[in-house]
């Protein structure tokens, strides 16, 4: 235990050793100014362009070392009027025809995997025996625990005829 303790201070004191040296390289790095440097100019997209060529010189970027290899606000100019000047569509697809009867017919077609208990019932209420039977089956296959009770339903729905 007195050894572990040692080593793990030891480690910690050559980390902290490390962090240290790094703090003061930093520091080094950093180029100290006076207060002066920091008031606050105008600041134009010429100034910013001009500051983000130097920057890439400064480390040799190779498509930014030399000014002409940034785009000018006229390049861009001309790709926006050579976009107004083309006047690109964008076509619509073709739609589905609508009609009345088409319409009329899909409401009529039931869709089974929205049947629920609720419309079972209603069903059973219309005296819609077929449908109903068909709905309190597929909830017996939905529900495997309530198929008891579902069974009991349809009988129910034979003795009514």
Do not use: C
């Not at 997209?45 to 290899?69: E, M, R």
């Not at 929205?114 to 219309?126: H, K, M, N, S």
């Amino acid at each position: 235990m007195i050894i572990s303790e040692a080593v793990d201070t030891s480690i910690t004191m050559d980390v902290m050793e490390d962090i240290q040296a790094k703090k003061e390289h930093l520091k080094d790095s950093i180029p100290q100014g006076n207060s002066a440097d920091l008031t606050k100019k105008p600041v134009s997209s010429d100034d910013f362009i001009n500051w983000l060529i130097a920057s890439a010189q400064s480390v040799n970027y190779p498509s930014f070392s030399d000014k002409g290899a940034v785009k000018t606000t006229d390049y861009a100019d001309s790709i926006i009027d050579n976009f107004i000047q083309k006047e690109p569509q964008i076509s619509r697809g073709k739609s589905k025809e609508y009609s009345l009867e088409n319409l009329a017919a899909e409401s009529l077609v039931d869709n089974e995997e929205f049947v629920t208990e609720t419309l079972a019932e209603i069903y059973a209420d219309q005296g819609n025996n077929s449908k109903a039977k068909r709905a309190f089956q597929l909830l017996s296959l939905k529900y495997p625990e309530k198929s008891i009770y579902f069974a009991a339903r349809i009988k129910r729905l034979g003795r009514k005829k």
